[in-house]
T-cell receptor, first 115, second 111 residues
Framework: ETGVTQSPTHLIKTRGQQVTLRCSSQ?????VSWYQQALGQGPQFIFQ???????GRGNFPPRFSGLQFPNYSSELNVNALELDDSALYLC??????????????FGPGTRLTVT | GENVEQHPSTLSVQEGDSAVIKCTYS??????FPWYKQELGKRPQLIID?????GEKKDQRIAVTLNKTAKHFSLHITETQPEDSAVYFC??????????FGTGTSLTVIP
């Protein structure tokens, strides 16, 4: 198993609410990427944080936002939840500067259900 | 942005046979191509990867090939075993380490 952890494991929210998901990166890694994985689909890139700055964003609306802290842990915030936001949210940590591709190691994910 | 296509979506093989999964990508700037295995209810696990300056890489029963000109890469699993049954995802990484994944291949190895 990787050293990447996520919390909570499962979450049930109501449409219109806000949610915060957390990720602790593997020791020595300074980059965290967030992905949304709908049932039966591949992970979709939401955004990436490198040294506390957003470094790239996928095709997700602004109500998906994030933070990275000095210890390189990260949060994903989703406002105004919609039913289609129900998915497994994965974070992945990696090492290295931007412009270079490094291995990414995934956390166990947070299963979000929006009702 | 990058677009990764993966085929087939499902694959059944007899134990001991080989399995091949193919992916294509669109962005010629992509320079790193990992493969992940995801078992039901678990996190994706990196099983093998290849960089754009290499044409082929092998790790025991698993190999990956890359054709940069044609923008396609493939995963080959030989001597398949029941524990190889899982969903396999390919991905392409653009500079900046942003990964774009295929839609997955559900592999079933029949004992």
């Amino acid at each position: 198993e990787t050293g990447v952890t996520q919390s909570p494991t499962h979450l049930i929210k109501t449409r219109g609410q806000q949610v915060t998901l957390r990720c602790s990166s593997q020791s020595g890694h300074n980059t965290v990427s967030w992905y949304q994985q709908a049932l039966g689909q591949g992970p979709q890139f939401i955004f990436q944080y490198y040294r506390e700055e957003e470094n790239g964003r996928g095709n997700f609306p602004p109500r998906f936002s994030g933070l990275q802290f000095p210890n390189y842990s990260s949060e994903l915030n989703v406002n105004a939840l919609e039913l289609d936001d129900s998915a497994l949210y994965l974070c992945a940590s990696s090492a290295g500067p931007t412009g270079v591709s490094y291995e990414q190691y995934f956390g166990p994910g947070t299963r979000l259900t929006v009702t | 942005g990058e677009n990764v296509e993966q085929h087939p979506s499902t694959l059944s093989v007899q134990e001991g046979d080989s399995a091949v999964i193919k992916c294509t990508y669109s962005d010629s700037a992509s320079n790193y191509f990992p493969w992940y295995k995801q078992e039901l209810g678990k996190r994706p696990q990196l099983i093998i990867d290849i960089r754009s300056n290499v044409g082929e890489k092998k790790d025991q029963r698993i190999a990956v090939t890359l054709n940069k000109t044609a923008k396609h890469f493939s995963l080959h699993i030989t001597e398949t075993q029941p524990e190889d049954s899982a969903v396999y995802f390919c991905a392409a990484s653009v500079p900046g380490n942003q990964f774009y994944f295929g839609t997955g291949t559900s592999l079933t190895v029949i004992p």
